[in-house]
């Protein structure tokens, strides 16, 4: 193979990477309208969402409910995630930096977890420790963090709506 093609392929490759996860999902996702489900966060969740981030609480917690629905009484989709609420859209993120939709579930998915848990004292006792309210947890307890920061990351759950 001459050296010509094994670069010319080599760009073609690279050039295709990027039209199809750079270029295409920004035209897609771009110019969607306002949505009223966006994450806002207050400037106490922000403090917590940075503690979300240092703490690494997503190794273990994703935050995107894969696609799904029910057509004719069936769900369609990844029926895995029909229990976790609605499905993530990229609107949700529009005001998240960095990201933290995660890749691997340990822990249940937070993206909707400030609906089903909005009590602020069950989200310190919990971080706390976790054994105290979650039977056999394998969660590893925060109580390290300062009152402020528990309050802070209680905050930025319940903000996940
Ligand atoms: C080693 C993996 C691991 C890490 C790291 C971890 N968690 Fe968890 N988490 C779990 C597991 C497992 C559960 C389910 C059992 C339970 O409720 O404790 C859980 C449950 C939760 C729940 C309750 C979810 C629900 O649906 O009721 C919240 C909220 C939560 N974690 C927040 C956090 C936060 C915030 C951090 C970082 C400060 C964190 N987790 C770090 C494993 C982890």
Same mark, same amino acid.
């Given at each position: 193979?001459?050296?010509?093609l ?25 110019d ?6 966006t994450?806002?966060?207050s ?14 609480c997503w190794y273990?917690?994703t935050q995107?409910v894969r ?8 769900i ?7 229990d ?6 990229p #609107?949700?993120?529009?005001n ?9 579930r340990?822990?249940p998915?937070?993206a909707?977890?400030g609906s089903?848990q909005s009590?602020?004292e ?8 976790p #054994? ?8 590893p307890?925060f ?11 209680a ?7």
């Amino acid at each position: 193979m001459t050296p010509r093609l094994l670069i010319g392929g080599a760009l073609g490759l690279f050039g295709l990477a990027v039209f199809f996860t750079v270029a295409l999902p920004y035209v897609q996702t771009n110019d969607l309208p306002a949505w009223e489900h966006t994450y806002r966060y207050s400037e106490k969740a922000l403090r917590g969402r940075a503690i979300y981030v240092r703490e690494g609480c997503w190794y273990c917690h994703t935050q995107q409910v894969r696609p799904w629905k029910v057509v004719d009484g069936r769900i369609e989709g990844v029926a895995a995630d029909a229990d976790l609420g609605r499905p993530s859209d990229p #609107r949700d993120f529009a005001n998240d930096r960095p990201h933290v939709l995660g890749t691997e579930r340990t822990g249940p998915d937070l993206a909707h977890v400030g609906s089903r848990q909005s009590s602020k004292e069950w989200h310190i006792k919990h971080l706390k420790d976790p #054994r105290e309210v979650s039977d056999g947890s394998i969660m590893p307890s925060f109580a390290y963090l300062s009152d402020e920061e528990l309050d802070d990351l209680a905050d930025y759950l319940m903000a996940l709506e």
